[in-house]
């Protein structure tokens, strides 16, 4: 087999490819939920629709933190529901955290911790659309990427 070793920018280009992708998923997901379901949760003891996407929101600004090199806080697990509590304010920062992450991503090399990490992340973030996907259907909300 002559398996030919992926050159360092094709690595990159690829993982922001996917990075992007499930980002631009999540945007669009959280703009079809009208602002007075961002506090609705299907069940007792997990999170709304605002509390998934505070999570999201923080753990991509740790992705960019990261990929700049930068010590990264995982203190506090999602932004503060005090500070983000409107539709408008968790979409900005959703949206904010996600360029950022992009923008640090396509402008570090992707060592293999780098990638490791991105890797995981893409996969925590497919979850989260996953999960949204289904309170979406519980509302009656078809999500923008299964819509024909």
């Not at 490791?116 to 949204?132: A, T």
Request: proline letters at 5%; glycine letters at 4%; one cysteine or more.
């Amino acid at each position: 087999m002559n398996a030919k070793p992926i050159a360092q920018p094709d690595v990159r280009n690829k993982l922001v490819s996917h990075w992007e992708q499930v980002c631009n998923k999540i945007e669009s997901l959280a703009d079809a939920f009208p602002a007075q379901k961002y506090d609705l949760r299907p069940a007792e003891n997990v999170r709304s629709v605002g509390d998934v996407l505070r999570h999201v929101a923080f753990w991509n600004q740790y992705v960019a933190d990261r990929a700049r090199g930068k010590k990264a806080d995982d203190s506090t697990n999602e932004l503060p529901k005090t500070k983000y509590s409107s539709k408008a304010d968790v979409m900005a920062a959703l949206k904010r955290s996600a360029d950022d992450a992009t923008k640090a991503l396509r402008t570090s090399l992707p060592d293999s911790e780098i990638a490791e990490m991105v890797l995981s992340f893409v996969e925590h973030n497919c979850e989260h659309y996953g999960q949204l996907a289904v309170y979406a259907r519980l509302n009656g909300i078809v999500p923008p990427a299964s819509r024909g």
